[in-house]
C-alpha cells in the first residue's frame, strides 16, 4: 500500500495545498498594498480608542462628543470595530487562511467597505481641491457650523481611509482573480432573464432619481433640505453631494448595461459594483442618522436635520 503525506506548505509563488484551493500569490505589489492597508488603520484606531478612554484630543469646546452619552460612546465602539474588520480582511485577502473562508465572508464586507469608503474617496479631495483654491465655506457659514472636531482629525482620518480603499481594492481584485477566475463573470455574453432585468430596471430608475438630487443639492439646488442645511451650503458640501450623486449614477448605468449583456457588461461590473455598494450603506447611514434625528426631536422639541 502507498501512503501520500499531505502538503501543507505554502509556496509564495502560489502552490496547492491540500484543500485543493490555490496559495495567493504575494509580489511586492501586494506586499505593499497590504502594509499600505494595514497602516492606514492606525489613526482612526488610535483616536477612537482614545476617545473611549476619556482623551479629548481633535475635541474642541462645545462640541457634543464631548457629552461623553450613551449613543456617542456605542457609536466609537461599532466604528472602532468596524475599522478593526479591515486588518482582518487585509489579512484574509492576502494569507493561506484566507482561501478556506467562505467566499461571501469575505465578499460582504468588501462591498460594505467599498461602499462606506468610495464617497470618501471622491469627496474628500474635492473638497481639499475646493478650499486650496479659496472656494470652501465663507466666514458666515463657518460662524455658524456647530463645533464638532478640530480639521486635522478630518485630514488624517479621511487620508487613512483613501489608503484603505485604495489597499482594499488592489487586493481584493487580485485575491477574486486568483480564486475564482471567471466565475465571478457572470454572463456577461447575454441578455439577463426577464425577471431580472425588470429588477435591474427599477434599480436604474432609482439610481438615476437619487443621483439626480444630489446633484441638484450640489449646485445649490433646496428643495428637500431643512433650512438648517440650506444655510450651510457651500462648494464643500456641494463637492460632497456631486460625490454621492455620481455614485448613485454610477449604479443605475451598470445595472443597465449589466441587463442588456454583451461584450461591454463586464466592463461596468467594477463601476456598478461601487455605485450600489455606495447607495446601499450609505443610504443605510443616513437613513439611521434621520431616524436618530427624529428621536432626539420627539424628546426634545427640536429638529435639527441630516447630520
Known amino acids: ?181 471567471g466565475a465571478g463573470q457572470g454572463a456577461s455574453q447575454r441578455r439577463l432573464p426577464s425577471p431580472t432585468g425588470v429588477v435591474a430596471g427599477a434599480a436604474a430608475l432609482a439610481g438615476t432619481a437619487v443621483g439626480a438630487a444630489f446633484l441638484y443639492w450640489a449646485f445649490g439646488g433646496s428643495a428637500g433640505l431643512s433650512a438648517q442645511r440650506v444655510a450651510a451650503y457651500s462648494a464643500e458640501t456641494g463637492v460632497v453631494s456631486a460625490a454621492y450623486g455620481l455614485c448613485a449614477l454610477a449604479a443605475a448605468v451598470g445595472a443597465v448595461m449589466l441587463a442588456r449583456g454583451g461584450g461591454r457588461a463586464r466592463q461596468w461590473q467594477a463601476v456598478t459594483w461601487i455605485g450600489s455598494a455606495a447607495m446601499l450603506t450609505w443610504g443605510a447611514f443616513m437613513l439611521a442618522a434621520r431616524v436618530r434625528a427624529g428621536l432626539q426631536a420627539g424628546r426634545t422639541g427640536h429638529h435639527r436635520g441630516l447630520p
Open 1 to 181: 500500500m502507498t501512503t501520500t503525506r499531505a502538503v501543507h506548505a505554502i509556496h509564495p509563488t502560489g502552490t496547492t495545498g491540500a484543500t485543493g484551493i490555490p496559495s495567493p500569490r504575494l509580489g511586492t505589489g501586494r506586499r505593499v498594498l497590504r502594509a499600505v492597508g494595514l497602516a492606514a488603520t492606525v489613526p482612526y484606531l488610535t483616536l477612537k480608542a482614545a476617545w473611549l478612554a476619556g482623551s479629548h484630543i481633535g475635541i474642541p469646546d462645545g462640541s457634543e462628543l464631548l457629552t461623553g452619552s450613551l449613543p456617542i460612546t456605542v457609536a466609537n465602539a461599532v466604528t472602532l470595530a468596524m475599522d478593526a474588520t479591515v486588518i482582518v480582511l487585509v489579512l484574509a485577502l492576502t494569507r493561506p487562511w484566507g482561501r478556506r473562508l467562505p467566499g461571501w465572508l469575505l465578499t460582504v464586507p468588501a462591498y460594505v467597505a467599498t461602499g462606506l469608503l468610495a464617497p470618501i474617496a471622491l469627496g474628500f479631495p474635492a473638497q481639499s481641491l475646493v478650499k486650496a483654491l479659496g472656494m470652501g465655506a465663507g466666514e458666515a457659514v463657518k460662524a455658524a457650523r456647530e463645533p464638532f472636531l478640530d480639521p486635522w482629525v478630518f485630514t488624517v482620518v479621511y487620508g487613512g481611509f483613501i489608503l484603505q480603499g485604495v489597499a482594499l481594492a488592489g487586493l481584493f481584485v487580485a485575491y477574486a482573480r486568483e480564486r475564482w477566475g
